[in-house]
C-alpha cells in the first residue's frame, strides 16, 4: 500500500469495520486487517508490501481503500444556479412583520443585546412590497413544478389582513398553476376567522409547541403570563371543527435541553390528537445567540434510552405506537436517511459537502424592506446573507460564493472523512461581512461525531439482523 487510505476506522462488540470514502461502502475486515490499517493511518506502518495483511491487499485489488481525494471543491450545481435563479424559483418566504406578541426567551429576535441579529420592532411589510414580492416570483418561476408561499414574523398573523391580500394576489398571479400556502405561528392568534380562511385557501399550518404547559410557558411567555393555555384553547377548536384539516397541520416543537425529555413528550399524553400532526423537532438553535445550549444529564440519559426503543422497533421488535412522537420522527429521518446511502465507484474530481442547500432556490427570504436572503434563518444584519434586493434582483455570483463556503475550508474538506456526510449550513461561516473559515471549522467536530454516529447506527442494524 503506497497511500493512505480515505477511510474511517469502526469498530463494534463484534467486528472490525471501515468506511471507505471513495466507495461511500462500509467494509467489515479482521483484527488483523484493522491494526494495520490503525496503524498506517497513525503513520506508524511499515509500507512494506511483505507485512500488508492479504486481505487489505485483496480489497485494493478489488477497488477499496483508494488514497483519492476530491482535487478541486466545487458545488454540482455551481454551472447552473443562474439559470435555475432566473427561471426556476418555486418557493418565496415572506416577513409580513417584525413584531411579535411573544417574548420567547432563548428567540434570538429576544435578545436585547444580541448584536449578530436583528430584534423585535413594530416594522411591517407593506401592501406594495408584497405585491412586488410576488410578482418577482411569478417573473422567475416559469420552469417550476410548484409555487409556495410562506409567511413568517415575528408572528405573522398580527398581519392577517395582509396575509389575506397576499393569497388573494397570488391565486390570481398563479392561477391554474399547483399552489401551496405555509404560515408558522405561534398558534394564540388562530381564530375562528383564522383558521376558516386559511384553511379554504391550501394552507399548511405549522404551530409551535414546546411541551406540556410548565415547559411551554418556561420561554413561550406573553408579557405577564404564559401562552400555553390560549395556545391549546385554539388547538382544541380546531380539533373539534375541523376533523380532516388539523391532521394536516404541522408542530414546530423547540427542545430545551435542559428539561427533561419524558417531560417534553408529556405533552402528547396529555393531548393524543396532537400525536396525528406531523412533527418537527429542534434543539434551541444557538449559531446566532449569545448563549449556548445546556443538555442536562437527565435529558440525556432519557433521549437516549428513547432512541434506544427507536432502534427496537427497526428490528420489529416493538410496535411504533409504543414510541414516543419524537423518537417516531427521528426513525422516519432515519429510515429515509439509510435509503439514500448507496455504494458508489469514486469520489469525482469536482465536489463539496452536501450542506449548503442551493441559495436563493429553495426557500427565498424576502423581509419587510424588500431585501432577499437564501431563508428566514440567516442573519438579517450579515451582509454576506444580504444576496439582493426585490429592485436589483439575486446576485447569482453571492449565491454561488455560498453554495462554494467549503472553498474556505477546502484543505480540511478534501481530508475529512465525512466529505459526503457534512450538512454544515453557511450559518455556521457567518462572519457578518464575510465567510468566517475558523468559526466554519469550530462545527466540524459536531459533523464528524453525527456522521460516525450514523455509521454505527447502520452497523448495529446490520449485525442485529445477521447475528441475533
Known amino acids: 500500500m503506497t497511500n493512505k487510505p480515505l477511510v474511517k476506522l469502526l469498530r463494534s462488540p463484534n467486528g472490525e469495520y471501515f468506511y471507505d470514502v471513495n466507495r461511500n461502502e462500509i467494509v467489515p475486515i479482521q483484527k488483523e486487517s484493522y491494526d494495520y490499517l490503525e496503524k498506517l493511518l497513525e503513520g506508524s506502518e511499515s509500507k512494506s508490501t511483505s507485512e500488508v495483511p492479504s486481505e487489505i491487499s485483496q480489497l485494493e485489488m478489488s477497488g477499496y481503500l483508494s488514497g483519492n481525494h476530491v482535487k478541486t471543491i466545487e458545488h454540482f450545481y455551481t ?9 426556476d424559483l418555486g418557493s418565496l418566504c415572506l416577513q409580513v412583520t417584525q413584531n411579535c406578541n411573544l417574548r420567547c426567551e432563548y428567540c434570538i429576535y429576544s435578545e436585547s443585546k444580541n448584536e449578530k441579529q436583528r430584534a423585535h420592532s413594530s416594522g411591517r411589510m407593506s401592501e406594495g ?13 416559469q420552469n417550476a413544478q410548484r409555487i409556495t408561499v410562506s409567511f413568517y414574523g415575528g ?41 376558516d380562511f386559511l384553511f379554504s385557501h391550501n394552507t399548511n399550518i405549522s404551530i409551535s409547541l414546546d411541551g406540556p404547559k410548565q415547559i411551554h410557558d418556561q420561554h413561550r411567555r406573553m408579557k405577564s403570563e404564559g401562552s400555553f393555555d390560549r395556545l391549546m384553547h385554539n388547538m382544541n377548536y380546531i380539533f373539534n371543527s375541523y376533523p380532516n384539516e388539523y391532521k394536516h397541520m404541522n408542530i414546530s416543537m423547540v427542545i430545551d435541553p435542559q428539561n ?50 427507536g432502534i427496537l422497533y427497526e428490528l420489529n421488535q416493538l410496535d411504533k405506537d409504543a414510541l414516543s412522537a419524537i423518537t417516531a420522527t427521528e426513525v422516519d429521518d432515519s429510515y429515509e436517511s439509510i435509503q439514500k446511502f448507496r455504494p458508489s465507484v469514486t469520489l469525482g474530481e469536482k465536489g463539496a459537502p452536501t450542506g449548503p442547500c442551493l441559495t436563493g432556490h429553495r426557500r427565498l427570504f424576502c423581509d419587510i424592506h424588500g431585501n432577499l436572503f437564501p431563508c428566514e434563518r440567516v442573519s438579517e444584519k450579515s451582509k454576506i446573507m444580504n444576496i439582493g434586493t426585490l429592485d436589483s434582483g439575486i446576485d447569482s455570483n453571492k449565491c454561488i460564493s455560498i453554495i462554494n463556503v467549503a472553498q474556505s475550508t477546502a484543505a480540511q474538506c478534501k481530508d475529512c472523512w465525512a466529505f459526503q456526510f457534512c450538512h454544515q449550513c453557511i450559518r455556521t461561516a457567518d462572519g457578518g461581512d464575510h465567510i468566517d473559515s475558523s468559526q466554519r471549522l469550530s462545527h466540524c ?24
Do not use: W
Open 129 to 141: 412590497t408584497m405585491m412586488r414580492a410576488i410578482d418577482y416570483l411569478q417573473q422567475h418561476s
Open 260 to 309: 427533561s425529555f419524558n417531560e417534553i413528550i408529556s405533552v402528547f399524553d396529555q393531548y393524543p390528537f396532537l400525536r396525528e400532526m406531523t412533527l418537527m423537532y429542534s434543539v434551541i438553535d444557538d449559531i446566532y445567540s449569545n448563549e449556548s445550549n445546556c443538555y442536562s444529564a437527565q435529558y440525556i440519559t432519557e433521549s437516549q434510552y428513547h432512541s434506544f426503543l
Open 155 to 195: 408572528e405573522p398573523l398580527l398581519e392577517f389582513n395582509l396575509i389575506k391580500k397576499a393569497i388573494l394576489y397570488a391565486e390570481e398571479e398563479f392561477e391554474g398553476r399547483p399552489l401551496t400556502f405555509n404560515i408558522t405561528t405561534n398558534g394564540t392568534l388562530l381564530t375562528k376567522e383564522v383558521a
Open 445 to 468: 467536530k459536531n459533523s464528524r461525531q453525527n456522521a460516525e454516529h450514523f455509521l454505527n447506527h447502520l452497523i448495529l442494524l446490520d449485525e442485529a439482523r445477521r447475528l441475533y
Open 79 to 87: 454551472p447552473f444556479l443562474k439559470d435555475m435563479l432566473k427561471n
